[in-house]
Nanobody, 115 residues
Framework: QVQLVESGGGLVQPGGSLRLSCAAS????????MGWYRQTPGNQRELVAT???????NYADSVKGRFTISRDVAKKTIYLQMNSLKPEDTAVYYC?????????WGQGTQVTVSS
């Protein structure tokens, strides 16, 4: 079993920055892909960014050029640096990890962009 713990959410003004972290624990199996998703009330969870063990990265069009995903493989931790935040980035951000035994989700962290 894999546990994912997110941190770093909060309230920030438009144009500001936040850095999210997601630490994986509980399993020695490789987590091939890790990533961030977000969800707002009444909407489906959507992809924000993913990163593979080999460093391949994918971003949603809405965050390209503003968000940066990175990964510390040894620490089983990923990060999401979010710059130039907009009110429409407000959501609960979830970490997801994919391993040989399936997908795992964190509990989510709230990001609110508001003046």
């Amino acid at each position: 079993q894999v546990q994912l713990v997110e941190s770093g959410g909060g309230l920030v003004q438009p144009g500001g920055s936040l850095r999210l972290s997601c630490a994986a624990s509980g399993s020695s199996l490789s987590l091939n892909v890790m990533g961030w998703y977000r969800q707002t009330p009444g909407n489906q969870r959507e992809l924000v960014a993913t990163i593979t063990l080999t460093g391949n990265i994918n971003y949603a069009d809405s965050v390209k050029g503003r968000f940066t995903i990175s990964r510390d493989v040894a620490k089983k931790t990923i990060y999401l640096q979010m710059n130039s935040l907009k009110p429409e980035d407000t959501a609960v951000y979830y970490c997801r990890a994919t391993g040989s035994r399936g997908n795992y989700w964190g509990q989510g962290t709230q990001v609110t962009v508001s003046s």
